[in-house]
């Protein structure tokens, strides 16, 4: 099994690469220059905006810790999400291996369980925020392209499955139904033998139910972060603007916010594919090619903007570096 998943991780890897050459060639080397040097000291505003969003997401972090415990300050994880992320990006399983990272450098600076909930209550309201921001750009599309009766319809039915999927979501809170549990009992079921999972049953349910009692008394604040969560995506509207502003002679808010949605849809759902070579340039040429742009004005956009995702991949690196030495020292020492 894990030597079929290592061939998949390798073909995944190749076919991403063979992408990203395949869109670099479709725009030209030359073409792609040329619009970087058009952006000029525009790349320094993209590295600050690109760096708000991380900060914005640190704020929601360090609020999902626990009020009355150890918590480290926003400097420390500030630098724990930019070396979660570096991983994320870098390696072929993605989040299961920079926020595996971020827990376990988390761990060493506050209690173990505190850390693991906070991650992942921070990551769920993250990407309820993100599947937000993403209908929201579906229904600008269509208020542009789309007749307003058959508007009318397509609305209806997207907003009658969020509310639908957000009703399930709440009684299953509500309810306190343990995953966990349910995943034992089902593997269990199918014939499986789940010794990892059982060994430390207890205490992932208690994190379960530590992550249940956050929404369910903690709700104004879940509101909060979920404001902050969604205004992450705008960074990431003004990047898109910024480039297409530089780099083309036509440029509009709709074709960002559009841009990024498909952005943020590519990353949730690519997030194997490291630093999404190819399949960003892919995407970003589709949509903007909707739009009326060139398909080489969005491959550009793409590189250009993965140039600001190298450059926190490698403060995240040193980061790492960072912590894994002050980690072996205190360990020596102690």
């Known amino acids: 099994m894990k030597r079929n998943l290592h061939y998949v991780h390798i073909l995944a890897a190749v076919a991403s690469l063979a ?61 724990l999400r930019l070396m979660g992320e570096a991983f994320s990006s870098l390696t072929p399983a993605g989040p299961l291996v920079g926020e595996t990272a971020k827990v376990w450098a988390a761990s060493r600076r506050m209690p173990t369980q505190s850390s693991v909930s906070s991650v992942v209550i921070e990551n769920l309201i993250y990407y309820l925020a993100a599947v937000l921001f993403m209908l929201s750009a579906v229904v600008l599309l269509l208020l542009e392209l789309a007749p307003a009766h058959r508007f009318r319809w397509l609305a209806a039915g997207l907003v009658i499955c969020l509310l639908a999927s957000i009703l399930l979501a709440a009684r ?30 207890h205490d992932l349910w208690a994190m379960e139910m530590e992550i249940y009692d956050f929404f369910l008394t903690r709700r104004a604040l879940f509101l909060g972060l979920l404001a902050l969560e969604f205004a992450t995506n705008f960074t990431g509207i003004g990047e898109a603007y910024l480039v297409l502003k530089a780099t083309t002679a036509h440029t509009s808010v709709l074709a960002a916010y559009l841009a990024e949605s498909t952005n943020r849809a590519v990353q949730l759902m690519f997030a194997f594919v490291p630093l999404g070579l190819g399949v960003d340039e892919g995407i970003a ?40 030495l002050a980690g072996s020292e205190r360990e020596r020492t102690t």
């Open 19 to 79: 992408l990203f050459v395949y869109m670099l060639r479709r725009a030209s080397n030359a073409t792609v220059l040329d619009k970087a040097r058009l952006l000029g000291w525009g790349f320094a505003f993209l590295i600050v905006l690109s760096g708000a969003r991380h900060v914005l997401r640190t704020l929601a972090w360090h609020r999902c810790l626990e009020p009355d415990g150890r918590r480290p300050g926003l400097l420390d994880l500030f630098g």
């Open 172 to 201: 299953s809170v509500s309810r306190r139904a343990s995953l966990v549990r349910g995943i034992l009992e089902r593997l269990k079921s199918l014939g499986f033998k789940c010794t990892f999972l059982k060994r430390y049953e």
């Open 285 to 324: 040429a589709t949509t903007l090619r909707t739009l009326g742009y060139n398909a080489s004005e969005g491959i550009s956009l793409a590189i250009i903007r993965r140039v600001r995702t190298v450059f926190w991949v490698g403060v995240g690196l040193l980061l790492a570096t960072k912590y894994s």
